[in-house]
């Protein structure tokens, strides 16, 4: 059985920091690609970042860029996403993802991936 399992989400004031993180239990881990995703309350599933195979490319989100930073430990089995200057608005959800193909990475969507953690709530306070 494949599990990802997140943590390091809580309550911030806004202008703080968090760093989450996500193992994985899929072998071999770095036959696949990591992905952030974050769901609000009302709204639909938002992706945030994503990194490769290797570590050597990363894609992230417009909202999250210069505050947000994935990277991922091979030998640890593990992927993670640091969270600076948090605003309000970034109060969801997160939740790890991975995926065996590229593709479904580039299309900034929720589909294509093979496995699905059950989340960790980050809340950021005004």
């Known amino acids: 059985q494949v599990q990802l399992v997140e943590s390091g989400g809580g309550l911030v004031q806004a202008g703080g920091s968090l760093r989450l993180s996500c193992v994985a239990s899929?072998?071999?881990?770095?036959?696949?690609?990591m992905a952030w995703f974050r769901q609000a309350p009302g709204k639909e599933r938002e992706f945030v970042a994503a990194?490769?195979?290797?570590?050597?490319?990363?894609y992230c989100a417009d909202s999250v860029k210069g505050r947000f930073t994935i990277s991922r430990d091979n030998a640890k089995r593990a992927v993670y996403l640091q969270m600076n200057s948090l605003k309000p608005e970034d109060t969801a959800v997160y939740y790890c993802?991975?995926?065996?193909?590229?593709?479904?990475?580039?299309?900034?969507?929720?589909?294509?991936?093979?496995?699905w953690g059950q989340g960790t709530q980050v809340t950021v306070s005004s």
């Open positions: 993802a991975a995926a065996r193909n590229w593709g479904p990475v580039l299309a900034g969507t929720d589909g294509g991936y093979d496995y």
């Open positions: 899929v072998r071999p881990f770095s036959g696949y690609h």
């Open positions: 990194v490769s195979w290797i570590g050597g490319s990363t």
